[in-house]
DNA sequence: AACACTACTACGCATCGCACAGTACTGTCG
DNA sequence: CGACAGTACTGTGCGATGCGTAGTAGTGTT
């Protein structure tokens, strides 16, 4: 089966829930949708979402030389992200529940 | 805001939801997917993925002259298109579950 | 020295919903 | 009776977005 198509406008949504307690880099922000259950989203996806989040300016971003391998482009919500992540989330309620509601008609 | 990129993937899934119980044709499917709550799905996308559906084998069609406007052309749901149906909706279903953790853990 | 892991970037592709235009038929209203 | 609205379908092309793949680069392990 294709997860990918699913995903399709609903990773933006993911993101900006895993980046809401702590500001996270692109491997970890992988890991975290990975451990989240999002088991099959590829890494390119997500930093092109973050890119795009950040290109929006939804994200500020700052980066952390690490002395054990390749620096870390940290990445950090602000005011604009977080609107925007409540904005999201009540959308995808509403679409998530307008979708169930057709499968109950059927299953009736 | 764009609700058309959470459709991707899942009008497949709407649209057989809808043709589960009777057959219709596409501007039928349309207004049932749009009373089901859909209020936005283009007419285009559905009629797309009708033939879509169809080339995949998942549905039947029959021709039936209208005496009363154009000709309407009828899909019905066969066991194929059954079987993606249930097969969609657990992964529907799987999907939204998950997601809603990712955004459970955020509001806690 | 070879390999694996971490971490990021960039290119191009495939999917799919949608806008738009076009065809065609029927009924209504001025 | 002519213009328009409503019904019903087809086809073309676009835009958004997730993904595969490759490349770069640093560190640690065997």
Do not use: C
Not at 6 to 33: F, N
Not at 51 to 59: D, E, I, K, S, V
Not at 64 to 80: A, L, Q
């Amino acid at each position: 089966m294709d997860t990918s198509q699913l995903l399709k406008g609903v990773l933006d949504l993911a993101v900006l829930a895993v980046l809401r307690k702590d500001d996270g880099y692109g491997y970890d922000v992988v890991r975290r949708l990975r451990a989240g259950g999002l088991n099959d989203v590829g890494d390119a996806s997500v930093y092109g979402t973050l890119r795009r989040l950040y290109n929006a300016g939804m994200l500020t971003s700052y980066v952390v030389p690490s002395e054990e391998g390749p620096h870390r482009k940290y990445y950090s919500i602000n005011e604009t992200g977080r609107a925007r992540l409540a904005e999201s989330r009540e959308t995808w309620r509403s679409f998530a529940s307008t979708l169930d509601g057709l499968l109950e008609e059927v299953a009736a």
